[in-house]
């Protein structure tokens, strides 16, 4: 029931704990395959050490015990001489960060995917597009190779996904056009803790979303008002008034890294390291978080919106009694709450290994974006020197065993020893559970 551990090659602990992290994702390892699918060709075969989508399946396969070895200890210096010839400078006798790391991965396929050839000549559209004709049958009017047609959607690695940024003239109330923008990772702050009240990632997330106000912005609806009470021909000034700003998320990405920032300074300028503990579950949901078009309201969306209400009272803008998504829920009893559930039975509900708790809501309230933890990154130490451990869970798509990892040392772990840690990377994957919207561009 155990897996391989990973040699240190001197500090490397950065990388074996995000490779171990990224090894419970099925998701993620799933993409590779179908990724790296191109290269198997035979003209490819010689080249494929010099892709990092190559090397990286090869090592999370073996990791997740996809692929038979008789080591039980790996050398992940492969990754580290890809990396080198896509010009990362990594050195592996030098301490690292493994959210550091998780980026370079990351943005390095994104430059691999981008390199793969994407235009399709005209005459050969029509036969691609046909999807009765298997690509075996499909004959090229071109002297040239024939790419298949890919979705850029499909393509993206599971941890993509989208923020919105929404920005609202407090004077008007005009909304500017909603901006996207990717991320790979939520890196999320922690809020000052409050004396009494124990911190949790429910805490982080409504900190990320918080709205701020962003003064001295031209409004244009404010300036077009102002120039329709002025006679024409004379010109007028931009109005300038204060706007409401808040994030929210675009698209929720199938495999959800959530990366707790520890680094904070002092007042003399000094990098400290915070090491208060954040609590997580076991099970994730983040329909609140997510953002929604506006538009009208369906009966059902209004009840639930209406139960939000009773459930969640807050203030917003200084007026009580109106709920905000970007305020912390002080004294509420949801059902369910990301990092501390208010009932015994909620609680233990949660605790239940390898349960999907989809059971546990009413159809008209089950979560649409919940999430099951994976693995957890912990890092011991101070902000100049430390060590990187991991909590994964074992192979297995029911798998309920967890195990703790440090380089090549593993051993069985417990939920609850997992939940106590102090996380700094959370590694989180998808439960599907009510209906899902077909377009991933949509989702």
Same mark, same amino acid.
Request: with cysteine; hydrophobic share 30%.
């Given at each position: 029931? #155990?897996?391989?551990?990973?040699?240190?090659?001197?500090?490397?602990?950065?990388?074996?704990?995000l490779l171990q992290g990224l090894s419970s994702c099925p998701s993620f390892i799933r993409w590779l395959?179908?990724?790296?699918?191109?290269? %198997?060709?035979?003209?490819?075969?010689?080249?494929?050490?010099?892709? #990092?989508?190559?090397?990286?399946?090869?090592? #999370?396969?073996?990791?997740?015990?996809?692929?038979?070895?008789?080591?039980?200890?790996?050398?992940?210096?492969?990754?580290?001489?890809?990396?080198?010839m896509n010009r990362w400078q990594i050195s592996s006798f030098e301490e690292q960060d493994a959210h550091?790391?998780?980026?370079?991965?990351?943005?390095?396929?994104?430059?691999?995917?981008?390199?793969?050839?994407?235009?399709?000549?005209?005459?050969?559209?029509? @036969?691609?597009? &046909?999807?009765?004709?298997?690509?075996?049958?499909?004959?090229?009017?071109?002297?040239?190779?024939?790419?298949?047609?890919?979705?850029?959607?499909?393509?993206?690695?599971?941890?993509?996904?989208?923020?919105?940024?929404?920005?609202?003239?407090?004077?008007?109330?005009?909304?500017?056009?909603?901006?996207?923008?990717?991320?790979?990772?939520?890196?999320?702050?922690?809020?000052? *803790?409050?004396?009494?009240?124990? $911190?949790?990632?429910?805490?982080?997330?409504?900190?990320?979303?918080?709205?701020?106000?962003?003064?001295?912005?031209?409004?244009?609806?404010?300036?077009?008002? =102002?120039?329709?009470?002025?006679?024409?021909?004379?010109?007028?000034?931009? &109005?300038?008034?204060?706007?409401?700003?808040?994030?929210?998320?675009?698209?929720?990405? =199938?495999?959800?890294?959530?990366?707790?920032?520890?680094?904070?300074?002092?007042?003399?300028?000094?990098?400290?390291?915070?090491?208060?503990?954040?609590?997580?579950?076991?099970?994730?949901?983040?329909?609140?978080?997510?953002? %929604?078009?506006?538009?009208?309201?369906?009966? &059902?969306?209004?009840? @639930? =919106?209406?139960?939000?209400?009773?459930?969640?009272?807050?203030?917003?803008?200084? %007026?009580?009694?109106?709920?905000?998504?970007?305020?912390?829920?002080?004294?509420?009893?949801?059902?369910?709450?990301?990092?501390?559930?208010?009932?015994?039975?909620?609680?233990?509900?949660? $605790?239940?290994?390898?349960?999907?708790?989809?059971?546990?809501?009413?159809?008209?309230?089950?979560?649409?974006?919940?999430?099951?933890?994976? *693995?957890?990154?912990?890092?011991?130490?101070?902000?100049?020197?430390?060590?990187?451990?991991?909590?994964?869970?074992?192979?297995?798509?029911?798998? @309920?065993?967890?195990?703790?990892?440090?380089?090549?040392?593993?051993?069985? *772990?417990?939920?609850?020893?997992? #939940?106590? *840690?102090s996380a700094y990377l959370l590694f989180y994957e998808r439960v599907h559970g009510r209906a899902q919207? =077909?377009?991933?561009?949509?989702?």
């Open positions: 029931g #155990l897996v391989p551990g990973l040699l240190n090659l001197g500090n490397t602990c950065f990388m074996n704990s395959e179908e990724f790296t699918a191109q290269y %198997r060709t035979e003209q490819e075969k010689p080249r494929e050490h010099q892709y #990092l989508s190559v090397t990286l399946l090869q090592l #999370l396969r073996a990791l997740s015990c996809q692929e038979v070895t008789e080591d039980d200890v790996l050398d992940a210096s492969c990754l580290l001489e890809v990396l080198r550091e790391l998780f980026h370079v991965l990351t943005s390095s396929l994104e430059d691999e995917r981008d390199r793969q050839p994407r235009v399709t000549h005209l005459f050969d559209v029509h @036969s691609l597009e &046909q999807p009765e004709i298997t690509q075996k049958q499909i004959s090229c009017r071109t002297r040239g190779s024939l790419p298949p047609v890919s979705n850029h959607w499909k393509s993206q690695h599971p941890f993509h996904g989208r923020l919105t940024s929404n920005m609202v003239c407090k004077h008007c109330e005009h909304q500017s056009p909603v901006r996207f923008d990717t991320f790979d990772s939520l890196s999320l702050s922690i809020p000052a *803790a409050v004396w009494g009240r124990p $911190m949790t990632l429910d805490h982080c997330l409504h900190h990320f979303i918080s709205s701020e106000s962003v003064k001295d912005v031209v409004c244009d609806n404010c300036t077009k008002i =102002q120039a329709e009470g002025i006679l024409n021909g004379q010109s007028i000034e931009n &109005q300038r008034t204060t706007f409401v700003k808040q994030l929210k998320l675009g698209k929720l990405p =199938q495999c959800l890294c959530i990366h707790l920032q520890r680094l904070s300074w002092s007042n003399q300028g000094t990098p400290l390291k915070r090491h208060e503990h954040v609590q997580f579950n076991e099970f994730l949901v983040m329909d609140i978080y997510k953002y %929604r078009v506006p538009g009208p309201k369906s009966s &059902q969306e209004q009840l @639930s =919106q209406k139960n939000s209400e009773e459930t969640t009272p807050g203030t917003k803008d200084g %007026r009580a009694g109106k709920p905000s998504d970007a305020e912390q829920p002080a004294g509420t009893k949801p059902l369910f709450m990301n990092g501390a559930s208010s009932s015994s039975s909620s609680s233990s509900f949660l $605790m239940s290994p390898g349960t999907f708790p989809l059971a546990a809501f009413p159809e008209c309230r089950a979560p649409l974006y919940l999430y099951r933890l994976m *693995a957890v990154v912990v890092h011991h130490g101070d902000m100049h020197s430390g060590h990187f451990v991991t909590f994964r869970r074992a192979p297995g798509a029911r798998s @309920s065993q967890w195990l703790w990892i440090s380089d090549e040392s593993v051993r069985r *772990a417990s939920l609850h020893e997992v #939940l106590a *840690a919207p =077909q377009s991933p561009a949509q989702d």
